[in-house]
């Protein structure tokens, strides 16, 4: 078993930042690739991002690509997503997911979930 906790989240203004931390316990954290969901209200959760086991590659959704970055340290068992040039559009709870095997951008993959984190920015 993997449990994960999310941190980070709150209200932010449009154009602001953030940094979204998961924290990860139980097994082996270098043995996971990891991923960065999100869910809107009465929308369908969707890929943000994902980060290989060793953290050379790196995956992103189409609309966050060049704002946000999704970054490990296997020594602190925890991955980042520093969130940059925010949006209204991207508020949601977002969630961190782990899965053992190579990076995915699909859910269904993804064996672990955290509780998630809140994320809401303001026009």
């Known amino acids: 078993q993997v449990q994960l906790v999310e941190s980070g989240g709150g209200l932010v203004q449009a154009g602001g930042s953030l940094r979204l931390s998961c924290a990860a316990s139980?097994?082996?954290?270098?043995?996971?690739?990891m991923g960065w969901f999100r869910q809107a209200p009465g929308k369908e959760r969707a890929f943000v991002a994902a980060?290989?086991?060793?953290?050379?590659?790196?995956y992103y959704a189409d609309s966050v690509k060049g704002r946000f970055t999704i970054s490990r340290d296997n020594a602190k068992n925890t991955v980042y997503l520093q969130m940059n040039s925010l949006k209204p559009d991207d508020t949601a709870i977002y969630y961190c997911?782990?899965?053992?095997?190579?990076?995915?951008?699909?859910?269904?993959?993804?064996?672990?979930w955290g509780q998630g984190t809140q994320v809401t920015v303001s026009s």
């Open positions: 997911a782990a899965r053992t095997g190579g990076s995915s951008y699909i859910g269904r993959d993804y064996e672990y």
């Open positions: 980060i290989s086991r060793s953290g050379r590659n790196t």
């Open positions: 139980g097994r082996t954290f270098s043995n996971y690739a």
